[in-house]
T-cell receptor, first 111, second 116 residues
Framework: GEDVEQSLFLSVREGDSSVINCTYT??????LYWYKQEPGAGLQLLTY?????DMKQDQRLTVLLNKKDKHLSLRIADTQTGDSAIYFC???????????FGSGTKLNVKP | EAGVTQFPSHSVIEKGQTVTLRCDPI?????LYWYRRVMGKEIKFLLH????????ESGMPNNRFLAERTGGTYSTLKVQPAELEDSGVYFC??????????????FGQGTRLTVV
């Protein structure tokens, strides 16, 4: 994608931490998001961060935002096989839920 | 409460045919969005309705795509005539935005369209 880029694949072992990275290009983005898509399912909002924050933690999820480098990451602690899915990074630039998504990172968790 | 519902879940059509996708948003949500993911690439915005009006249709690829939301409830996305490059997964989302507040967009499961 022209605006948001992510690596395509990540493979980790159960119990390890997963870190999924994303870069975006527009410094005017208001919110940045992580969505999860499990096989055969729709997009599920995992977490989001307001653009004036550096970090947000929600149970096993930690989001880090580096505005200077336009870099967003999602860390999943104690990764489980149920975390296997495609994770999409997205940015929102205006008042509405018009998102610019990346291509998605497929996370494979090995038992 | 029902979430965002899309129909059909899968559609296989021949090049040149017409297909109509339907999205039922969450009841009471004024905002409805269509997105598309083609061939494992990024999910791209197509258009945004506020009630029955098109707020932003900057992502519609060409005039073979027609979206409607008569009455401000469900929406349809018609592709006529379909081309091979239209294959992909079409997502619909709805939300009830409140100025100055963050509101979540809820996505449907998507319609997988295959044009052969």
């Amino acid at each position: 994608g022209e605006d948001v880029e992510q690596s395509l694949f990540l493979s980790v072992r159960e119990g390890d931490s997963s870190v999924i990275n994303c870069t975006y290009t527009d410094s005017s983005s208001t919110y940045l998001y992580w969505y999860k898509q499990e096989p055969g399912a729709g997009l599920q909002l995992l977490t989001y961060i307001f653009s004036n924050m550096d970090m947000k933690q929600d149970q096993r999820l930690t989001v880090l935002l580096n505005k200077k480098d336009k870099h967003l990451s999602l860390r999943i602690a104690d990764t489980q096989t149920g975390d296997s899915a495609i994770y999409f990074c997205a940015e929102r630039k205006g008042d509405f839920n018009k998102f610019y998504f990346g291509s998605g990172t497929k996370l494979n968790v090995k038992p | 409460e029902a979430g965002v519902t899309q129909f059909p879940s899968h559609s296989v059509i021949e090049k040149g045919q017409t297909v109509t996708l339907r999205c039922d948003p969450i009841s009471g949500h004024d905002n409805l969005y269509w997105y598309r993911r083609v061939m494992g690439k990024e999910i791209k915005f197509l258009l945004h309705f506020v009630k029955e009006s098109k707020q932003d249709e900057s992502g519609m690829p060409n005039n073979r795509f027609l979206a409607e939301r008569t009455g401000g409830t469900y929406s349809t996305l018609k592709v006529q005539p379909a081309e091979l490059e239209d294959s992909g997964v079409y997502f619909c989302a709805s939300s009830q935005e409140i100025t100055g507040h963050h509101t979540e967009a809820f996505f449907g499961q998507g319609t997988r369209l295959t044009v052969v």
